[in-house]
């Protein structure tokens, strides 16, 4: 299996904190792999939020997404992780984990996050 998979999204109010989780089902992540975070608002382009490399797990942030966003990833585990602090209403999306390698990317169906104010 290739296909990353996105877990951990539900409905949580202004000021939480979420954790989503992204595996890749039945197979792994490998050392050449680069593992990206995005999400898309209701009416809004897909963004990216920041991506990780999964050999060194060296990260890289958007600007806008900085601070309140940490993409971590366990080695030993295969899956990689995005933590959400202070959740805002506008940061109710849907959240896709992107596994690249080289330029070959696969995309997760994506996990929906609420936040109610």
């Known amino acids: 299996q290739v296909q990353p998979a996105e877990s951990g999204g539900g409905v949580v109010q202004a000021g939480d904190s979420l954790t989503l989780s992204c595996s890749v089902s039945?197979?792994?992540?490998?050392?050449?792999?680069?593992v990206a975070w995005y999400r898309q608002a209701p009416g809004k382009e897909r963004e990216v939020i920041g991506t990780?490399?999964?050999?060194?797990?060296?990260?890289h942030y958007a600007d806008s997404m900085r601070g309140r966003f940490t993409i971590y990833r366990n080695y030993h585990e295969n899956r990689a992780w995005l933590h959400m602090n202070g959740l805002k209403p506008e940061d109710t999306a849907i959240y896709y984990c992107?596994?690249?390698?080289?330029?070959?990317?696969?995309w997760g169906q994506g996990t929906k996050v609420t936040v109610s104010s």
């Open positions: 992107k596994r690249q390698r080289d330029s070959v990317m696969y």
């Open positions: 039945g197979g792994t992540f490998v050392g050449d792999d680069m």
């Open positions: 990780i490399t999964w050999d060194a797990g060296s990260r």
